[in-house]
């Protein structure tokens, strides 16, 4: 069974400070990860995907299959970052098609202080 | 286009009682997912729909079902509440049911069982 754990439930840093969301998986197929935002009073929208391989509001995630991780990382925080984050994974069916059921992990709330 | 709209806001039942949730995909889209968000969790998948078939089913207990309509639209139904249903019930479209259509979520429903 495939499962995401985001080890910290908050996290808070400074404007201009680095931050870094850790995500780690557990899936015995090929996985594909995505990282989630949820900011106040806001929808759940995709902030970006591993396969995209792109940097989104100075976002990026890389897969790392050794250490089955996605952490999301940006050099200089800003204040308008601040939100909850959910990283999801995608499963796949017995055929190895993936549908669109994502797992999500319990998400990180990150607050940017000025 | 309003996005994925659902309906209604809130809901208040009692244990033992039947509710229905119903959502309205975006436009065009053909897929639709519901998920459950209990507080404090991420959500938790528990059906797809896509072009009126079930495409995958969580692990839910059979008091819950869904189903989609020609328009796309869709409902959850869930039969005898327990307390434990009081949760967050998000609904997701996308173009298709495969993951490189980016899932775009409602506002939710708030589900409170008393």
């Known amino acids: 069974a495939q499962r995401v754990t985001q080890p910290e439930k908050l996290l808070s840093v400074f404007k201009g400070a680095p931050v870094e969301l850790k995500c780690n998986y557990s899936y015995s197929g090929s996985p594909e990860l995505f990282w989630y935002v949820q900011y106040s009073r806001q929808r759940l929208q995709l902030l970006l995907r591993h396969i995209s391989r792109e940097s989104i509001k100075g976002f990026t995630a890389d897969l790392n299959k050794g250490e089955t991780s996605f952490h999301l990382k940006k050099p200089f925080a800003q204040e308008e970052d601040s939100a909850m984050y959910y990283c999801a994974l995608s499963s796949h069916n017995a055929g190895g098609t993936s549908y669109g059921k994502l797992t999500f992990g319990q998400g990180t709330i990150l607050t940017v202080h000025p | 286009d309003a996005g994925v709209t659902q309906s209604p806001t809130h809901l208040i039942k009692t244990r033992g009682q039947h509710v229905t949730l119903r959502c309205s995909p975006i436009s065009g889209h053909k897929s639709v997912s519901w998920y459950q968000q209990v507080l404090g969790q991420g959500p938790q998948f528990i059906f797809q729909?896509?072009?009126?078939?079930?495409?995958g089913r969580g692990n839910f207990p059979d008091r819950f079902s869904a189903r989609q309509f020609p328009n796309y639209s869709s409902e959850l139904n869930v039969n005898a509440l327990l307390l434990g249903d009081s949760a967050l019930y998000l609904c997701?479209?996308?173009?298709?049911?495969?993951?490189?259509?980016?899932?775009?979520f409602g506002p939710g429903t708030r589900l409170t069982v008393t």
């Open positions: 997701a479209s996308s173009l298709g049911d495969r993951t490189p259509y980016e899932q775009y």
């Open positions: 729909y896509y072009e009126k078939e079930e495409r």
